[in-house]
């Protein structure tokens, strides 16, 4: 199994950038699809990024695409997600996510307990 913990987010100002670590434990990271995934206060829980165990195909949400990356590194067993022109709306709790599947879109096995980002106006 993997255990998953979340770190870099924080206050910025709107159009600012913030990048977020996801550390994650257990042997068999390399071979898990990981994702981030965010909920705002009186919001469910929205898909944000995901990347599959190689690093080699990503997807986004929509409200993401062009200004949010993911990415890994596996030596390191950690995923990023840098997060470039933030707006108010990003306003959220940040989740890391795994997932053992092989194929997209991956059922998600694993979260970590999540990193506040807000972006002032």
């Known amino acids: 199994q993997v255990q998953l913990v979340e770190s870099g987010g924080g206050l910025v100002q709107a159009g600012g950038s913030l990048r977020l670590s996801c550390a994650a434990s257990?042997?068999?990271?390399?071979?898990?699809?990981m994702g981030w995934f965010r909920q705002a206060p009186g919001k469910e829980r929205e898909f944000v990024a995901v990347?599959?165990?190689?690093?080699?195909?990503?997807y986004y949400g929509d409200s993401v695409k062009g200004r949010f990356a993911i990415s890994r590194d596996n030596a390191k067993t950690t995923v990023y997600l840098q997060m470039n022109s933030l707006k108010p709306e990003d306003t959220a709790v940040y989740y890391c996510?795994?997932?053992?599947?092989?194929?997209?879109?991956?059922?998600?096995?694993?979260w970590g307990q999540g990193t506040q980002v807000t972006v002032s106006s």
């Open positions: 996510a795994a997932s053992n599947s092989r194929r997209f879109p991956p059922a998600y096995d694993y």
């Open positions: 257990g042997r068999a990271f390399s071979t898990y699809f």
């Open positions: 990347i599959d165990w190689s690093g080699g195909s990503t």
